[in-house]
């Protein structure tokens, strides 16, 4: 009886030991290896999309040397099939290539304008953090009076100005985005004054231009960049808008918005494709962007490698 009560309690001791790692808390168990691949995944399928992305676009209208806006009406709403893998349109052009001519534009759209728009914000946001006092407040004030607008509003208003085009719409949409930028670098900057490095700049008799130039604005680099990629999906969404509302590119020049909009008629007909493939085009790539920006940030602001289990 007494070896059996004793072996019990060493059971039990041994099962709230292994539960509990000392009997009286709970387990801190890591979770890095399985977030590490979890964020492996992740980044090597985006990064296989958006390398998809760049050489079709790259590659497919050098090598099939067709042209992408010949009209064909004995071919036209015909379903895909291995001639036409996408179908065809309306007006018979073939849909797969002229994807591609629209992902083609919508991607020089969205790299150049966040390009700008980043250039414009870093500098906005580090020169008022820079200089301070009355300089930080008017251009925040600013800032501030420009986000109060719309975004779509104001690139209609920027791009109602000009002719349809493809720079119109670039222009649009950096003028109307580096408003984020400017505040995320402003912070960053403001943060880095504190800092030693700076008051031993300072204390050595350095400007407050080459101060800015030769520690400031190196510091933000990172998050610049950061605001950059992740820019890219905003634009490239910014800009199949303006297009959808025929404010964008011209009508006969491939574009994502384009398309979707000129299907909108043969979704009501029943016919899906010429809606379904601009609309995978246009989501697949910003999503894959969108997940290596956020590897990227992983990156910058590493979570924490372990986690409490219960």
């Not at 292994?18 to 290896?33: E, F, K, L």
């Not at 728009?117 to 251009?139: E, P, S, Y």
């Not at 979707?260 to 999503?287: E, H, K, N």
Request: glycine share 10%.
């Amino acid at each position: 009886m007494a070896d059996t009560t004793t072996g019990t309690g060493t059971t039990t001791g041994t099962r709230a030991k292994a539960g509990t790692g000392t009997g009286t808390g709970p387990v801190w168990r890591s979770a890095g290896r399985t977030r590490r691949s979890t964020r492996t995944v992740r980044v090597t399928v985006s990064a296989v999309l958006v390398a998809a992305a760049v050489l079709a676009v790259l590659v497919v209208p050098p090598v099939v040397q067709l042209d992408e806006q010949a009209v064909d009406l004995s071919q036209k709403l015909l379903p895909p099939s291995w001639e036409h893998p996408f179908g065809t349109d309306d007006v018979g052009r073939d849909l797969l290539l002229r994807c591609v001519y629209g992902l083609r534009v919508s991607l020089l759209v969205g790299v150049v304008a966040a390009l700008v728009a980043t250039v414009i914000g870093t500098l906005v946001g580090a020169a008022a953090a820079a200089f301070g006092g009355w300089t930080d407040r008017i251009v925040m004030r600013l800032v501030d009076t420009f986000s109060s607008v719309p975004h779509l509003l104001l690139g209609i208003f920027i791009v109602a100005m000009f002719r349809p085009g493809v720079w119109p719409v670039i222009a649009s949409v950096a003028l109307t985005h580096w408003l984020s930028t400017a505040r995320i670098v402003r912070s960053e900057v403001l943060s880095l004054r504190s800092r030693p490095f700076v008051d031993a700049a300072v204390s050595g008799g350095a400007s407050r231009l080459r101060v800015t130039l030769r520690h400031l604005v190196p510091g933000v680099l990172p998050q610049a960049g950061l605001a950059a990629v992740l820019m890219i999906p905003h634009a490239i969404w910014h800009e199949s808008a303006l297009s959808f509302l025929g404010l964008g590119l011209p009508s006969h020049q491939a574009s994502l918005g384009n398309l979707v909009q000129s299907a909108r008629g043969t979704l009501l007909a029943g016919d899906w494709w010429p809606t379904l493939f601009p609309g995978l085009f246009l989501i697949v790539p910003t999503l894959a962007v969108a997940g290596l920006a956020g590897a990227w940030r992983e990156r910058i602001n590493p979570r924490r490698r372990s986690e409490l289990m219960l």
